[in-house]
Structure formats: structure tokens, C-alpha cells
């Protein structure tokens, strides 16, 4: 690896190898090909390829004749896609208010220097380490009419209670809602406590030489100096409210009838139960489209806005 | 100076992400066994251009030679540079011992003289009991030996400093400071120490360069640097406290400042303006004389006393001149007191003038 | 209060009047039943209530027999202990195909698992390595692309996976899964990684490369030995999720005598052949639950520091 160019004045272009650019860094670049396929070849092109097929009358097998809207019109006059929605938006709407207000009121009262802080935390974190197969199934015994919690509370003596949101269509959703919460909250509660322990301790000491009130401190100085991290609990609830699937598979199968049907089931059964490829491609495009509705603002409020600012 | 007696050269070099250029049309060359500081404050490019003589920065044209070798593609292990730096970077999970052979045993330099090379190192640093231990069982002052010697177990010619003495407290570092010196003195390898700090570069330097964004403020010894700033970036940085500056005009031998005609008889033009020249007059704090010297003073003129700051060895007086704020240095034991009214001298052959506008010594 | 102050200040504390004056002195006695506490420790545990009934519920019915729960209140403890519900679901429960239990799923899961966690945590931290410290013109554009396709929900991508498998001759195996585990648990462990890697000095990368050491030298003789704690990090997110998993077992696995555990569990609770034995249920869903829940207690704040570092960086 000598230089063999050692006059004085040799010109720019005299010296030796330059490597050429695609061969520099090469360790890397082949180091990094599994990350490059999965990133373009599964990952884009996958999406590219879903969202075009969206648009043909694939059924039992992909094929590209065209179709046009066709898929999505149908999609859009089916009954149990638009329970499906209506279903996410209830469930969404109040996991995440649900996920946030416990989890950071959880962090909240576990960042007052309590007793046992340890042994709280983890009661309320492990079922995070559980799957929603085996959440879905608990609460499923749990609210088990006859022999769970309603039956248990008849026979304390309160005998007109009535709570059996796993038959009745009206309510179904809370009883997904109570076991998603249950599993979910012990992260939100997490990062929410991550953020508190970020806080300058000086903050607290002024508020207190102020004689500001600790609840009033949390929400007039700490929640908005927190926003970050609303943020990013946000986007996490809202990217796994999407997703929502195996908890319903488990808990409900989508049932009374179709009253817990959602969107990532009703892809899953077009695709792999209906032979109704076409409408999966549309309908798990609809998903794209509302995770994209998700994240479009928190990428320009994160992103777009560092730039002028 | 050509490129054959020149130790490292840089030839027309430049460095850009983007659109920020951080080294422009850069030229340097450092002569065999020169100790030569890199000095200005954050983001002037002096690391950035530490990093492209390590070969661990691309730039963007130009070259370097390092012993009449064109290296300017080399990988940094092949340009013949050992490097230490500001964080020490050591390699936590090994040994002092594995520290310093880890480049050797890259380079599959042979067993024994691997030994002769580490025991000579650590002679000289005298590291000899540290040699099992791993860094984190070790001082700062320890630690930065350590980096030291893993430069001088390489048997290279060029030695690049990012920093290195940033992280130790005062007193070490001075500590340091000294046996870096005489660590030079020693090797007679060339040296490129890259600081912030004025006092470091004083005292270490055979030449100074002073930078400011990418490019090459001033470059000489610190006599020249200190004496005769070339221009007024350089007089405003070297000093501690700084130059204080007037701006006023030059008329034949008179700098004329608000209220003030200062007589430049016997100071050295390095070009000589026409008559009514617009010009900044700087004046160092310790150029100023008080007392027994006021005699030799071409001019003399009455303060009064704003604030006294005693530092100890001198103190330092905080006063209004000509309309601004003016400060200036005297001996320790003087007692001065606050509204007192004393009579200062300023030698203006002392002094450095600058034109007005392009900032450059006259 | 003034004069307080000042006798303080000029009087030694034995001094006999500094002793007599009344007032406040020294630690102010804390009430360990005031108001504040008794909300906040009585929120606390009424929510620890909630969060841990429910294994409890599993626990105690899995112990029973089933004429118990029939009478019985899904909260009581058992009044006669049996572990037959365990052995029943390990070896003889029925998924409406086959009724050898599940143990056949739990292998099955071991051997998706295992190669998926090194495969995946392998290729991550050389991602991750790669990606901070050698970057390359393009670099982030993957890295970008990586990261949005984490948001991705599965359902857009599993189809044309399905193609890919199937031309490479591997839909419906276990190694079709596997590939699967490892493109899917890509993103998070990248970040990690990267994030971690990131936060090394750049000045050790810069003289490792001083002394002479390349890509892999610097990988595995510098950064590997210093970056132990992120690799059980990722090692905990990548069982907990790849064990969880059941989409794409359920997606990918063609015929159920290779379903993952979770699949089994499923269809062993969910079937609706016969009479529900709820006790064989909750044992099953125990036994599923085990691992993660034995990697939960057992890394305790590894586990959560995973999850922050995944989660708040992301």
C-alpha cells in the first residue's frame, strides 16, 4: 500500500487509485444487503405491489386485470368493513385517551418517591410481556357470564349486576377495550415515567419555591414539557391500534355475529378465508391509508417543523 | 519551503458537507520536527482538518503529503500518524498492554519487537505498572498516557493532538502540558496539536495557526502572534483579557480617536496609509503603564476608576476612554481604589492598527 | 422566628437557652398517613388490583378441577389442589385436529424461535454498526425506508410474501417463518442498535482506524465485547415478540402440525368441539405465557429499558 507518487509537484490527476465510488465502503454496503432487501424488496415493494393488485379482480389467485375502483366501491358497501371501521374508531378513540390518561397518571404516582415502586412496576408492566392471544383469552374466561366476574358479583349479593360485554353487541368493544388496556398501558406507563425521571429536578424545586401545587405543576409545567413524549406514545398507541388482530381472534372472533369485526381482520379472512384476494389488497390498502393519516402530521410537527425553526 | 523538507503539506484543500464549506483553498506546510498548534474557537474547522491530515475525513479537493508522500487517498493507518484525542479512546474491554499493541498486532509487526516497542513507550511515559490494567481502572492523566503511548508504540513520524488535555482539570493539565513539551523535545517528531486554548498554544508552540471559518487567520510563532497580529480577528483572540479597540483615523504620524491625537512615531507600518485613513487602534491591557513607567510613555492621559478586580499576581482596572470602556492591567500590589483618578500612559508603538474595513493590519 | 436565627447562629446548640425557646427544630415529622399518601398508595393498589387479577385468575383456575369451577368463584383459591389441567394441556389437549396437546406447539415455537433470535439479532447489530458508523451515500435512504415500513400495518405486506416464499420454495416452513421473524423484527432491533452504536465515542471508531482495524476487526474486537447490555436488550424484544407472535404463524405455517404455540393455544381454547374444560384452558394459556413471563421477572429493568430504548428514540 505504498505511494508511489512522491514528486513534488505531481498534478491532481497523477496520483494513484482512487477506488471507484461503488466499491468504497464495501464492507459495509455488503454488510447492510439483508437490510437493503428487506427495506426495498419486502418492505416497498411489497407495499407497491398490494396497493397496485388493490386495483384488479384478484380472487383466488393474484392476477393483473384490471379492475379499476371496483374493489374499493365494494369494500365500501360492505356492512362488516364499515362495522369494522366504525368498531376501530371506538376502540382507537378511547384506547388512546384510555392508554395516555393511565399511563401517565401510573408514571405520575410512581414518580412520588413511593414505597415498593419496583413491585408496582412490575405488576403493572408484565402483561406488556404477554401476547394478545393469551390476554385476549383471560379476559375472555374473566368475563365469562356465568362463571366470571358477573356471576362473582351476583353472589357477593348484588344480584340485578349485569356486565357481559362479550354477548352483547353494544358494548363488545369495551370488553376488547379493558383487556387492550390492560396489556398496553404498562408501556405507555413506562416511557410517561422515562420522561418524568428526564425532568430537571431544578423544575420541581421551583415550582415549590413558588408554592405551586403538585398537581398543578404536573399540568401547567410538566405535561406541556413533556410533549415529545406524548408524541411518541401517541404514535405508538395509534400504529397498534391499527394492527389490532390477534386480540379479537382470541377474545372474540369478531363476534356476537360480526359487532367486533375490524379492518385487519376482514383483511385477513378476504385473503386467506374468502378467496377474495382483491378485496384484502383494498382493504389492507384502507389500513395503509390510515396509518399514513396518523402519521403524516407527526411527521411534519417532528420533522417539517425543525426546519424553519 | 518545498514539499521535501516539509514534514506534512497541505496543498489548496478544501471541505464541504453541502452547502457549509468548512476548510476552504487550504495551505500548510509544517516543517520536520515542528511543534505546530491548530488554534481558534469551536467550528473554525481546526479538528475538521486534523481528521482530513488522519485520513478519517474526506475533503473535497486538494491534497496532502506526509513525508514527501502523497497520501490524500491513504487509509489513516498507512500515512504514517500516530493520534490522540480530547475522550483518550481507549479500547475499554482490553489492557493498557492490548491498548497500545492493538494497532501493532494489526499491522502483524512481529512478537518481539512488539515488546521493545511498548516497553520503550512506557519507559518514557512511565506507564510500566499500568500495563494489566484496563482503562477504566485508571486516571485522567493516567488515561491520556495511555493514548499517548499507543501513538508512540506506532514508531511514526507525524503525532496529530485533537484536544488532548481539554478533559483534565487545570492543575493536570499544566502538569501535562509540561511533559508534553518535553515529550517534543525529546522525539523531535513533528507535532499537530489541535486546541481552543490560548495558554496551551503559547507555551507548546514552535508556530501557531490561527483559524477561523476553514481558513488560516494568521500563521507564526507565538511571538509574532502575540506581537504583531496580522489582523484584528487575531488581535481580538489572542490575549487574555483581549485587546481593547478604537476606531478613529490615521493622519500622517497621529491616530486620532475620539479626544484622544495618539502619536505613532515609532510605530512599524507594515504599509502605510495615505492621510485620513479610517483605522482601529488595539490596545493590550498589559501595554498600558502606570506609575514609574508613565515617564517613557509617549502619551499620557487621566482616568477614572470604575471597578478593580484583583487577581492576585496583577490587577485588573475597569475604566472609561475616549467614551468606551476601557481596561487595563497593573502590578498586583498597586492599591488603587474606586473613583480614584490616575494617570495612565499608552505606547502606540505597542499598539496594533488595523484599516477600518478590511480588518487587516497596517 | 428572628431571634431563633440568631441564638442559632451565636449560641452552641447545648447551650440551656437555645434548648428552652419552642419551635420548629430540626426534620419536620412527616405524616405517613396524610391525605396525599393514602390517595396516592390507594390508587396504586387498587390499579395493581386490576393488572394482576388476571393472572391470578389463570393460577388459581388452572389448579382446580372442574366440578369446582362450575360452582365455584373464578377468584377463590382452589379447595383442593390438582395439577391435572397442566398435564392434560401439555400433552393431551385437543385442537380439533390432533389431541397430543401442546407440546408439540411449544417445540415447534422453540424451533422457530431460536434460529429467528440469532439470525436477527446477528444481522441487527451489524445494521445497526453499519449504519452509524461506516455510513455511505444511500445509507439512511434504507435506513428511512426501514423505519417507515415498521409502521406499516403486516396485513399490506403478507400477501406478496407469500409470493416470495413461495418461489423460494419455503412458504409453509418453519425456515419460511423464520425469514419472516427476522424481516419483521428488523426495524426495532436497527434502531437499537444504531442508536446504541451512535452513542459510542466516534473518537474510539476513529482510533481503532488509526491502529489499523477495518469493518469487521472494529466490530468485533472493539464494539462487540463493549455492547453486551443492548444485546440481551434485543434478545428480550425479539423472544417476547417472536414466542407472541401469531399472525404470521397463523399466515405462514400451512399445516397445524407446525403451528406455533400461540396458534395451538388459539385453536385448542377457541375450539368449539366438546365441553369447555376451563381449567385445561387457563393451564394452557399459562404454559404459553411462561416464557415471556419468565424473561419479564427475570430480566426485570433490562426489559424496561428495552422498551424505553425502543420505544421513546423511536
Redesign the interface.
Known amino acids: 500500500m505504498t505511494m508511489t507518487d512522491s514528486r513534488p509537484d505531481a498534478g491532481r490527476s497523477a496520483v494513484t487509485r482512487r477506488p471507484m465510488r461503488l466499491f468504497r465502503n464495501l464492507s459495509s454496503k455488503l454488510a447492510l444487503m439483508p437490510l437493503i432487501f428487506t427495506a426495498v424488496v419486502i418492505f416497498l415493494g411489497g407495499t407497491i405491489w398490494t396497493i397496485v393488485y388493490s386495483f384488479t379482480s384478484s380472487g383466488l389467485l393474484p392476477r393483473l386485470n384490471w379492475d379499476g375502483l371496483s374493489q374499493y366501491e365494494r369494500l365500501w358497501s360492505s356492512r362488516k368493513w364499515i362495522v369494522s371501521i366504525e368498531n376501530l374508531a371506538i376502540y382507537g378513540f378511547f384506547s388512546l385517551i384510555g392508554t395516555l390518561v393511565v399511563g401517565f397518571t401510573l408514571a405520575a404516582l410512581l414518580d412520588r418517591k413511593i414505597r415498593g415502586e419496583a413491585v408496582f412496576r412490575s405488576i403493572f408492566l408484565y402483561p406488556f410481556a404477554l401476547s394478545f392471544i393469551v390476554t385476549g383469552l383471560v379476559w375472555q374466561w374473566i368475563l365469562n357470564p356465568e362463571l366470571g366476574l358477573q356471576n362473582v358479583v351476583r353472589e357477593w349479593g348484588w344480584t340485578s349486576f349485569n356486565f357481559d360485554p362479550l354477548n352483547n353487541p353494544e358494548i363488545v368493544m369495551f370488553g376488547l377495550l379493558i383487556a387492550g388496556l390492560w396489556q398496553g398501558t404498562g408501556l405507555i406507563m413506562c416511557i410517561m415515567l422515562a420522561g418524568l425521571r428526564g425532568i430537571d429536578e431544578d423544575i420541581w424545586k421551583a415550582a415549590r419555591v413558588d408554592g405551586i401545587g403538585t398537581v398543578k405543576t404536573y399540568i401547567r409545567i410538566i405535561i406541556p414539557m413533556m410533549r415529545p413524549v406524548f408524541v411518541t406514545s401517541l404514535v405508538l398507541i395509534g400504529a397498534g391500534i391499527v394492527k389490532l388482530y390477534d386480540l379479537v381472534v382470541a377474545q372474540t372472533s369478531g363476534g356476537p355475529g360480526i359487532s367486533s369485526e375490524v379492518p385487519a381482520k376482514y383483511v385477513m379472512t378476504a385473503m386467506f378465508g374468502g378467496q377474495n384476494l382483491g378485496q384484502g389488497f383494498a382493504a389492507s390498502t384502507m389500513m395503509l391509508v390510515m396509518v399514513f393519516i396518523i402519521l403524516i402530521p407527526w411527521a411534519y410537527l417532528e420533522f417539517g417543523g425543525r426546519k424553519n425553526g | 519551503m ?3 523538507n516539509a514534514s506534512v503539506s497541505i496543498k489548496n484543500l478544501d471541505l464541504s458537507f453541502g452547502a457549509v464549506k468548512v476548510l476552504q483553498n487550504l495551505n500548510l506546510d509544517i516543517v520536520d520536527g515542528e511543534f505546530l498548534v491548530l488554534l481558534g474557537s469551536s467550528g473554525c474547522g481546526k479538528s475538521t482538518l486534523l ?1 482530513v491530515i ?3 475525513l474526506e475533503p473535497t479537493d486538494g ?1 496532502i503529503w506526509i513525508k ?11 500515512r504514517g ?3 490522540v ?9 482490553m489492557t493498557v498492554e492490548g491498548n497500545l499493541t ?2 501493532l498486532r ?2 502483524r509487526v512481529p512478537k518481539d519487537e512488539i515488546k521493545r516497542r511498548v516497553a520503550r513507550a512506557a519507559e518514557i511515559l512511565q506507564i510500566e505498572p499500568l500495563l494489566k490494567r484496563k482503562p477504566g481502572a485508571l486516571s485522567g492523566g493516567q488515561r491520556q498516557r495511555v493514548a499517548i503511548g ?1 501513538a508512540l508504540v506506532r514508531d511514526v513520524d507525524v503525532f496529530l493532538f ?1 484536544e488532548p488535555l481539554s478533559n483534565l482539570d487545570a492543575k493536570l493539565r499544566a502538569d501535562l502540558r509540561v511533559e508534553l513539551k518535553l515529550l517534543h523535545n525529546n522525539l523531535e517528531n513533528t507535532m499537530i496539536y489541535v486546541t481552543h486554548d490560548q495558554v496551551e498554544a503559547m507555551t507548546l508552540a514552535d508556530r501557531i495557526a490561527i483559524m477561523k471559518g476553514g481558513k488560516i487567520m494568521q500563521l507564526g510563532t507565538p511571538a509574532e502572534i502575540y506581537g504583531t497580529p496580522q489582523n484584528k480577528y487575531v488581535a481580538d483572540f489572542i490575549g487574555s483579557p483581549s485587546m481593547t479597540f478604537y476606531d478613529g483615523t490615521v493622519d500622517g504620524t497621529v491616530m486620532k480617536i475620539e479626544g484622544h491625537d495618539l502619536p505613532l512615531g515609532a510605530y512599524q507600518f507594515t504599509n502605510r496609509p495615505g492621510p485620513g485613513t479610517p483605522a482601529t487602534i488595539g490596545i493590550r491591557p498589559e501595554h498600558v503603564m502606570t506609575g514609574d513607567n508613565l515617564r517613557s510613555a509617549p502619551y499620557q492621559t487621566d482616568i477614572t476608576v470604575d471597578l478593580v478586580e484583583p487577581m492576585g499576581s496583577d490587577t485588573l482596572i475597569y475604566c472609561h476612554l475616549a467614551g468606551q470602556p476601557f481596561r487595563f492591567r497593573m502590578d498586583g500590589s498597586a492599591v488603587v481604589r474606586k473613583g480614584e483618578r490616575i494617570t495612565i500612559g499608552i505606547d502606540p508603538a505597542r499598539a496594533s492598527i488595523f484599516d477600518k474595513d478590511t480588518e487587516e493590519r497596517l | 422566628m428572628a431571634d431563633i436565627g440568631i441564638l442559632a447562629a451565636t449560641k452552641s446548640a447545648e447551650h440551656p437557652v437555645y434548648r428552652m425557646i419552642d419551635g420548629p427544630r430540626g426534620a419536620k415529622p412527616k405524616n405517613r398517613f396524610s391525605r396525599a399518601n393514602i390517595i396516592v398508595y390507594g390508587t396504586l393498589f387498587v390499579v395493581a388490583l386490576y393488572y394482576a387479577l388476571p393472572l391470578y385468575v389463570m393460577i388459581v383456575t388452572s389448579l382446580k378441577g372442574l366440578p369446582e369451577i362450575r360452582v365455584g368463584n373464578i377468584f377463590a383459591p382452589p379447595l383442593e389442589v390438582t395439577f391435572q389441567p397442566w398435564v392434560k394441556a401439555w400433552q393431551e389437549a385437543c385442537t380439533g385436529i390432533n389431541c397430543d396437546g401442546l407440546s408439540r406447539g411449544f417445540w415447534n415455537s422453540v424451533r422457530i424461535l431460536i434460529p429467528s433470535l440469532i439470525l436477527s439479532v446477528a444481522i441487527a447489530s451489524i445494521n445497526g454498526y453499519a449504519l452509524s458508523m461506516w455510513k455511505f451515500r444511500g445509507s439512511e435512504v434504507f435506513f428511512t425506508i426501514l423505519m417507515i415500513g415498521a409502521f406499516i400495518p403486516y396485513q399490506v405486506m403478507l400477501y406478496p410474501i407469500v409470493i416470495l416464499l413461495r418461489e423460494a420454495g419455503l412458504y409453509g416452513s418453519l425456515t419460511g417463518l423464520v425469514l419472516v421473524h427476522v424481516a419483521f423484527g428488523m426495524p426495532i432491533n436497527t434502531l437499537l442498535f444504531r442508536n446504541y452504536f451512535a452513542s459510542i465515542p466516534e473518537e474510539l471508531f476513529k482510533a481503532a482506524r488509526v491502529d489499523g482495524a477495518g469493518f469487521w476487526a472494529i466490530f468485533f474486537r472493539i464494539m462487540l465485547p463493549m455492547s453486551l447490555p443492548i444485546f440481551v436488550v434485543a434478545v428480550i424484544i425479539q423472544v417476547t415478540g417472536i414466542w407472541n407472535d401469531f399472525l404470521f404463524g397463523v399466515t405462514y405455517i400451512s399445516s397445524p402440525d407446525r403451528y406455533p404455540m400461540t396458534v395451538q393455544l388459539n385453536n385448542i381454547v377457541n375450539s368449539v368441539q366438546g365441553v369447555k374444560e376451563y381449567n385445561v384452558n387457563m393451564a394452557a394459556t399459562l404454559l404459553t405465557g411462561l416464557v415471556p413471563l419468565v424473561i419479564y421477572f427475570a430480566s426485570g429493568k433490562l426489559f424496561v429499558r428495552g422498551i424505553a430504548a425502543g420505544a421513546v428514540k423511536g
Open positions: 518545498t514539499v521535501e481528521n488522519a485520513g478519517l491534497q514527501g508522500k502523497n497520501v490524500t487517498w491513504a487509509e489513516p493507518s498507512e500518524i500516530g493520534m484525542f480530547q475522550s483518550y479512546a481507549l479500547y475499554p474491554q492493538f494497532g494489526n499491522a499507543r485533537d
